[in-house]
């Protein structure tokens, strides 16, 4: 939504369905993730119809988490025999979205056989 510059009339009627889509279906990620408060701000001021709790990964990954032992409280369920994929970017034009959906085409077969 952001990345599309407003308009007039004619461009908010056509920009409403994907709005609303983008919105949508963002709202079905199981998690969502932001860089910062200001952009945890950005995205609850941009996607207002979500109520989904937000986690910020800022600063930087903190790698001393990662010398202790992980307790099985901290552990993420994965479903059995399913394929999960975790996107951290969004996807626009200029980030190669046709080599990440070639990727995920790709480990999907793999993951079939």
Do not use: W
């Amino acid at each position: 939504m952001l990345l599309s510059k407003r308009g007039g009339k004619l461009k908010s009627f056509y920009r409403a369905p994907l709005d609303a889509f983008e919105e949508y279906s963002t709202g079905r990620a199981d998690v969502v993730m932001v860089n910062s408060g200001f952009t945890k701000s950005v995205f609850e001021s941009t996607f207002t119809s979500l109520d989904c709790e937000l986690e910020i990964l800022y600063p930087a990954l903190k790698t001393k988490k990662f010398e202790k032992k992980i307790e099985s409280s901290d552990r993420i369920e994965l479903p059995e025999g399913k394929l999960v994929i975790c996107s951290i970017n969004r996807f626009e034009r200029k980030k190669g979205i046709s080599v990440a959906l070639k990727a995920i085409q790709l480990l999907k077969k793999q993951h079939e056989s």
